[in-house]
């Protein structure tokens, strides 16, 4: 949420570069789930002033290299205003597409179109999963309590059982409910 580009994105980016293998090195010396160069994530790391940077190999470490890839992905969709564009830069470099801009030189979208496809893809997947769940949450309706700590700790401990209508009075007398 913090550069404001979807998971979903993030996720079709890892499998279109990595295949979710986070030691994937690509012959051009690209590491890791985004598949990061080397030379670029030293210095999206100082950009980014990343704390547990140290050097190459913390490109094999999964979260340091999202951090990096989001980090970038999100700096060219705002250098370049279109996310096609960025994904493009991403994928070329931002220099080759910004001298394919200048020289007026179409870009080719296909590295764009193979991630933007597997994004939509995603979405509906996860659309359709949060669907699934929508009827199991209307379930869980009858959980009713009233605010305060005794209700809180009682729900951590697993006292509250399901359907009871927890009021003020019962708080105070509140009781673990039966073994079973």
Known sequence: KKYSLDPMLILAIIRVESEFRPEAVSPNGARGLMQLLPYVAHTLAEDAELERWEGEK???????NIKLGVFYLSYLK??????RVALTAYNRGPTW?????????????GYASRVLSLFRDYREQSRKAQDSFRPQTEKL???????????????ARDDV????????EQQKNFSRKPAS
């Open 78 to 83: 705002e250098r370049f205003g279109d996310l």
């Open 141 to 155: 309706k009858f959980w009713k309590a009233a605010p305060g700590d005794a209700v809180r700790n009682a729900r």
């Open 97 to 109: 597409v910004q001298e394919r801009i200048e020289d007026q030189t179409a870009l080719p979208f």
């Open 161 to 168: 059982v399901p359907g009871e209508l927890v009021n003020t």
């Open 58 to 64: 913390s490109l094999d470490d999964p979260i340091i």
